[in-house]
């Protein structure tokens, strides 16, 4: 979710830097997800901050450090991890309304009624809805104004102020409404969870198959690989690589998928640097492939065809293999093996073959 936001959060606000507040221990969780951010995304991150014991203190250690960069920001955005859907024309209105204002937050106007009760439960007050707002982030101000009402607020000793346009106001700042977004959402519950991923896969509408084929044929040797895995066999594959079939035919229907050439052309067998390689870098390339067009691997299905070893022992290290290297969950990868009847190449043994059929799903922007 925080590497979603920050990828959200860049494209949404290309002219700016951004400041993570993490949670000290957090530190290896942090590194971790920002390597799963996409790298020209990722260089607009600057260090991490280390956030306190509250939101307040977290966000006054984040404006403290900015004050001390060589180039104080004149506007400075604050916004939660937990929103990933944060687009282009919130973070514009956002920065306009600090430009105009010093302090703007996004508001939605409340779908349902809302009453105040009393403390036996009963309605005390039905509030009018025209003058209510629920306040979304980003909150937007100018930077000297929130970081001077965050010291006044910590110097007065009023640590319990749940957003920063509270802090703003407690400095005696007026504070700007401006329009949130529906979709804006902020995940709290696991029915949020639901909700979020349910909206992302919806967002992934553009649904591919790509097919794959290769063959190699049996020489000297005593293992096989198929799969990234090792098996033990009276004969080996040839190749210029490692010469696993299996993985070959999974990366061919990757970039069939994403109608991106095929493992020769990323690959060429005439490139010493591909010589006796492991397969798994073709592999892992192709599902990284994927995954830098903001898409996901949905399934893949592959057959091997031979008489020998016989792989059903064998069929589920190879799918752990494969789900590994391609970075899914195991339940979307799936095995078969089959032999020729002693018939055609196969069937003589005197090599392997290898069908793979790969769905994947990409974003639906512009697909259209
Ligand atoms: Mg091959």
Redesign the pocket.
Known sequence: MLARTIESLARAAPGAALLPIIHRGDLEFYEACKAGIEANLAQRLVAPVFGGATRQESIRSGLEALSHAPTPPEIVLIHDAARPFVFGSLIERAVSGAAAHGAAVPGMTPADTIKRIDACGSVAETLPRGQLRAIQTPQAFRFELILGAHRKAALAGAGDLTDDATVAEFAGHRVQVFAGEESNMKITTPEDFARAEAQLIAELADIRAGQGY?V?AFGPGNHVWLGGVRLEHDRGLA?H?D?D?LS?AITDALLGALADGD?GSHFPPTDPQWRGAPSRIFLSAAAAKVRARGGVIAHVDATIVCERPKLGPHRNAIRESLANIMDVSIDRVAVKATTSEGLGFTGREEGIASLAIATIRLPARGAL
């Open positions: 290769d190699h190749g690589s010469a079939v070959h493992i």
